[in-house]
């Protein structure tokens, strides 16, 4: 096999922190990674309101082109959405490609999506963030060109451009109509078997869970959304037969372009009898992301089915014998820390070492007898 050599961009991350923690820009930081972008260096800001024309402040910005220009920075990430102007202002300044979160998490979907379904899905997101942006990227194109003398982007240009992609938008959903409907006759089909969505935050475990549970195969990887296809194996416990859904997973401030194109993916999740909210319990931000993940479901209109709260990656908390749980360490049980007391049904497992794997399923087990009886 070839091994393919990745290119690198260089970025630096700007933010400003008002309420916002300091711990979300580490977020930003792997979410560029999995898109190959190394971040050099990280600015922060205090401001309570972004700066209208520039983010940030002038001060600062003087300081930080200084950076750019010294370390061959190529592109500026932002964990907020810019304004088409704000985009336009920095890029004249700092003369580097301007990437905010949204725009971000669309590329690395439409990088990570496989099967047409996925794709399809991906590029109606991205045209439907397109779309508002389109002004700008003419004036930006049009700066590409060398500019001077040429007129600015024609308004006519601009609207032939967003004719070309509604139209490209109604074909989308279209396409995605059929699908749905293929996708809506198979889940009927079902109807007999229990079905369980594992849902959770990205990079928790999910797709290593399903992996075990179903002896499968299924792509899993330390980056952020390694999976954005959805996978539905058998499994049987007992005498009772599951259809486990493995499905792309949650994050702050996750484009409210792809929960809407996702909506028929997400529809799996909707239509489970049971979720396993599967959480990364090593992560400090962990009760942070089970209320992201909780928002996202009532989103997407999943809210009170029946919950197993699914506490993973248990091996790698434990020093010494005792619990560790955000900075603070335990010598009590799993079953005793406040974490069981506070999330109910709840388990804590290794879906690396395989603890307590047989116990989660002993549970969904109870869990869809109660299904089945009432
Ligand atoms: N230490 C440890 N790592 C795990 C465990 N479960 C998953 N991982 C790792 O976490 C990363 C993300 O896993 P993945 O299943 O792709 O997460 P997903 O994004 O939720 O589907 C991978 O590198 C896994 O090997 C676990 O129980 N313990
Ligand atoms: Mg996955």
Partial sequence: MIEKKIKYKKSIIIGIINNSKIEYFDELKSLAKTANIIVDKIFIQKLYFPHPRTFIRSGKIEYIK?????????TVLFDNELSPTQVKNLEIIFQCKILSRTKLILDIFSKRAKTSYAITQVELAQYQY???HLTHMWTHLERQKGGIGLRGPGEAEIETDKRIIRNRINFLQKKLKTIDKQKSTQRNNRKNMIRVAI????????????????KSNIFAENKLFATVDTTVRKIVIYNYSFLLTD????IRKLPTQLIKSFKSTLDEVREADILLHV??????????HIKVVDKTLFEIEAVNKPKILVFNKIDKCIFNNKIKLNNSLYEQKWEDTYIAKKFYPSVFISAYTKENITLLKNI??????????N
């Fill in 66 to 74: 200084n950076y750019i220009n010294l370390n061959n920075i190529d």
């Fill in 130 to 132: 397109l779309l508002p």
């Fill in 199 to 214: 849902v959770g935050y990205t990079n928790v475990g999910k797709s290593t869970l399903m992996n075990i549970l179903t």
């Fill in 247 to 250: 499905t792309v997973g949650f």
């Fill in 279 to 288: 959480v990364d319990i090593s992560d400090n931000n962990f009760e942070e």
């Fill in 364 to 373: 969904l087990f109870l869990n869809a007898k109660n299904i089945k009886l």
